[in-house]
């Protein structure tokens, strides 16, 4: 079975600082995607910016990239300059294409900017 | 709509009395999740919907829950004789298709507290 861990609980930074949120996954396919959602206090989902598994390029999302290393199934997200609205949840996801149709979701880290 | 909508958006009933989700995905989507996310953890998938057929059906908890979707639209998460353990929230996606590369349209959720 997939699994999607996300070893950091609870991240802090200043605003306008650099922070990278780490992912890893484990799997046995070689076609599939990652993702990361943002859930703020509202509770909704917000994707944030995903990467297919086929693409070596990783992807941007203006403040919003990723590191992705398939070969070590790490997935991680770095945000740059970060804002105040950058305070949420953050998640990791893994959808394979020819499985079970869903999406494997890490425990979460919690991401907090301060002023 | 132009969302996933989910209702109630809060829900609080007695331990032993059986509740209804409703999930009305947006438009066109043929694809529908639920997930759960206790206090603190990521989302757990529950079940998803491919038009009316629910393929997979192994993540729900317990004979206690079940799920249906008719015309292919709205769905109704049900959880009968309701207990402690299944206070979180609930969460409803959909997509245009189970094998789609596109990210899931999450609802706002509903969170359910037994009491």
């Known amino acids: 079975a997939q699994t999607v861990t996300q070893s950091q609980p609870e991240m802090s930074v200043q605003e306008a600082e650099t922070v990278t949120l780490s992912c890893t996954y484990d799997?046995?396919?070689?076609?599939?995607?990652l993702f990361w959602y943002k859930q703020p206090p509202s509770r909704q989902m917000i994707l944030v910016i995903r990467q297919e598994a086929y693409k070596q390029q990783n992807a941007t999302e203006n403040r919003f990239s990723v590191n992705f290393q398939k070969a070590a199934k790490s997935f991680s997200l770095k945000i740059s300059d970060s804002q105040l609205g950058d305070t949420a949840m953050y998640f990791c996801?893994?959808?394979?294409?020819?499985?079970?149709?869903?999406?494997?979701f890490g425990q979460g880290t919690r991401l907090t900017i301060n002023p | 709509g132009a969302g996933v909508s989910q209702s109630p958006s809060n829900k609080v009933t007695e331990k032993g009395k059986d509740v209804e989700l409703r999930c009305d995905p947006i438009s066109g989507h043929t694809a529908l999740y639920w997930y759960r996310q206790s206090l603190g953890q990521g989302l757990e998938f529950l079940i998803y919907f491919q038009g009316n057929s629910a393929p997979d059906k192994s993540g729900l908890p317990s004979d206690r829950f079940s799920a249906e979707r008719t015309g292919g639209s709205v769905s109704t998460l049900t959880i009968q004789r309701t207990q402690q353990e299944d206070s979180a929230v609930y969460l409803c996606?959909?997509?245009?298709?189970?094998?789609?590369?596109?990210?899931?349209?999450f609802g706002d959720g509903t969170r359910l507290s037994i009491l």
């Open positions: 996801a893994f959808f394979e294409t020819g499985g079970a149709q869903k999406l494997v």
């Open positions: 799997t046995s396919e070689s076609n599939y995607y």
């Open positions: 996606a959909s997509n245009f298709a189970t094998f789609s590369n596109q990210p899931q349209h």
